[in-house]
């Protein structure tokens, strides 16, 4: 009955498979002189980055945590679907401004500026780096553990892994999407066939097992105080979490794709494959009664194969996980090619990202190859402080971009990206237990945190000093207004008219009104770029290093030391975002408000003109 039905399982899993593999740009696709890759490609690019984590997480969680484990790892993997979402989010506000790939860098950047950008950038390059390191060392020893080989041949296989998968990015991500996708159809029938041989064989007790591990889980939550559940709760999450890193790979490789709807088809495929296989598979293991998890540490999954299915079964999961390995290097590759990218273009570097025939950014996976060999020849025999440090910096990255969204949406609202927002409270919850995450975290593992924060210190020492002269808000300084150009309109304008002010949002590209006595003011920020100049009467001035606020009343007090007797209406957009949007956005309206009384001499007028009413502005 157990071999029919794996069988049959793998039958069905290969006609599937050979359908898909019929369809036409199933991977990539021309458009614009451009290849680009789907939805698909980039989700499964990430999903052999996350993949690899079935075959570590469950015995290191297992020590951390011990059998309550499998639990926490189904709550994560349900808290990391939410975080997927704000993810998704990510990818739409920097669409909606015009950004294109840089992930985590380009929305702190954003949002909090060069500052954290440059930590952001440092946390998340230094788990790439971590990752292509321990992922090639973990592939060469699960590949040879069969075998008896000297130390050079080792470490030749060390670089060979390395360049063989440089090489894949050199010659065009087209033909990385197409080797990777072989790779996933041969991780798919091995993993479903070793979860239905364990669904088909379990042990003695192993139900009883999963009853005592949910109990241990809701004892541990509610048997003392709250400070005790909650400190059980952040203690277990931040034994599991490192089960899902890379998640953060598709919004950092969002400029393959056309649009931040694929992103959104990419998180949800994860959410359906290694957001249900992960946990599974840890539950399935786990509570196993015939395991020695103390003798099999190192080659728990493989074991488990072997026990479900024999010894051939187990060489096929040990080489299966040599390969999913050797795709998180190259995940790696993929996404840290795609940072590296953003900030050179940035910052003026263009010769770094000079691309060859197949539109490969081959001189940026050069000198990644480069240093990811160089980081393993000092400390392939040492992994575990590296790994420490991975972890730090990758709830450190985290804790960055969702700091950054709830920022961003208490400030701004959700008006301007209609199509797609998340709850703000929510996302709020979620940085919160990331916070408290990284804080256990450091605390721990205080000599990973140590060199995490030193090499975060280097990278902004670094970065101050470029972008003290490549800065591209230098540029985009140099399309602002002067506001004594304000001044000069109004003094030719007729004294006997009362003068207007319209402040227009950036979105906002109606025509304008030709009219001497009147001007539009539109306040932008430099880091998102400039908006069109829509006419002789619209001004562009910046909001750098202050609120929006400070900016208004700062061009107020400038107008009424010239024009203190003058007749000046200004008028304000009326508000139309959510109740919920408002309030998030209070402490600003509040200082709008209280222009009125700030200056008495002028008029002030909130208002909303409709379809009909700009149509006749637009006329008269």
């Known amino acids: 009955m157990k071999i029919t039905l794996i069988v049959v399982l793998n039958l069905g899993l290969i006609g599937l498979f050979v359908y898909l593999l019929k369809k036409k740009n199933l991977l990539s696709f021309m458009d614009g002189g451009k290849w680009w890759l789907t939805w698909l490609s980039i989700a499964i690019i990430t999903l052999m980055d996350e993949l690899t984590s079935v075959f570590y997480v469950a015995a290191e969680s297992y020590l951390i945590v011990g059998l309550a484990a499998f639990v926490f790892i189904i709550a994560t993997s349900i808290f990391v679907r939410f975080l997927s979402s704000r993810m998704v989010e990510i990818a739409h506000i920097l669409e909606h401004h015009g950004i294109r790939g840089g992930g985590v860098y380009s929305f702190s950047y954003l949002v909090l500026g060069p500052t954290m950008s440059f930590a952001a950038v440092a946390s ?24 008896h080989l000297p130390i050079y041949v080792i470490y030749g296989l060390f670089f060979a892994v390395i360049w063989f998968v440089a090489s894949l990015n050199i010659i065009g991500i087209r033909e990385n999407a197409r080797f990777t996708f072989m790779i996933f159809i041969a991780a798919a029938m091995v993993l479903m066939t070793l979860i239905l041989s364990a669904i088909m064989s379990p042990s003695d007790g192993q139900i009883a097992k999963v009853s005592e591990g ?31 890193s890379g998640i953060e790979s598709v919004v950092q490789t969002a400029g393959l794709v056309k649009s931040w709807k694929d992103i959104r088809k990419a998180y949800i495929f994860l959410a359906v494959t290694v957001g249900i296989v992960t946990p599974l598979i840890t539950m399935l293991v786990l509570t196993r009664t015939d395991i020695n998890f103390a003798l099999h540490e190192d080659d728990l999954i493989t074991y488990f194969g072997t026990v479900v299915n024999g010894p051939w079964f187990g060489y096929v999961v040990g080489a299966l996980a040599s390969f999913t390995l050797i795709m998180a290097v190259n995940t790696a590759f993929v996404a840290s090619s795609e940072l590296l990218e953003r900030v050179a273009h940035r910052y003026g570097f263009h010769w770094l990202i000079k691309t060859n025939k197949a539109d490969s950014l081959y001189r940026i996976h050069i000198i990644n190859a480069t240093l990811f060999s160089v980081i393993i020849a000092i400390t392939a025999g040492s992994q575990e402080m590296l790994a420490h440090m991975y972890a730090v910096g990758l709830v450190a990255s985290f804790t960055i971009n969702m700091g950054a969204l709830v920022y961003y949406r208490y400030s701004r609202g959700s008006e301007e990206i209609p199509d797609y927002y998340t709850s703000r409270t929510g996302t709020f919850i979620i940085f919160a237990l990331l916070l408290a995450c990284f804080g256990f975290i450091a605390f721990h593992k205080w000599q990973g945190f140590v060199l995490w924060a030193i090499t975060v210190t280097i990278f902004q020492i670094i970065g101050f000093r470029v972008a003290k002269r490549r800065a591209p808000e230098i540029e985009q300084f140099k399309k602002t207004d002067n506001p004594m150009d304000i001044i000069f309109r109004i003094a030719e304008a007729d004294e006997a008219k009362p003068f207007h002010f319209y402040f227009r949002r950036v979105q906002d590209t109606t025509p304008l009104l030709e009219d001497k006595n009147v001007a539009y003011v539109t306040f932008y920020s ?49 508000p139309t975002s959510s109740w919920l949007d408002r309030f998030s956005t209070g402490v600003m309206v509040f200082s709008i408000m209280r222009l009125p009384r700030r200056f008495p001499a002028y008029s002030f007028v909130m208002e909303y003109d409709g379809p009909e009413a700009r149509i006749e502005n637009t006329n008269a």
């Open 124 to 147: 998340i390059l230094v788990d790439y780096i971590l990752t292509a390191a321990i992922s090639t060392v973990a592939a060469v020893y699960n590949g040879s553990s069969f075998f």
């Open 526 to 574: 430099p880091r998102s770029g400039s908006p069109p100049k829509l006419g002789p009467n619209h001004y562009l001035l910046t909001i750098f290093r202050e609120s929006l606020s400070r900016r208004l009343v700062s061009l107020i007090h400038m107008l009424q030391y010239d024009f203190a007797d003058r007749k000046i209406i200004f008028h304000l957009g009326w």
């Open 214 to 244: 949910f109990h241990l889980s809701w004892t541990g939550l509610t048997g003392g105080s709250l400070f005790d559940g909650a400190s059980f709760f952040i203690f277990g999450f931040a034994g599991v979490i490192l089960a899902y």
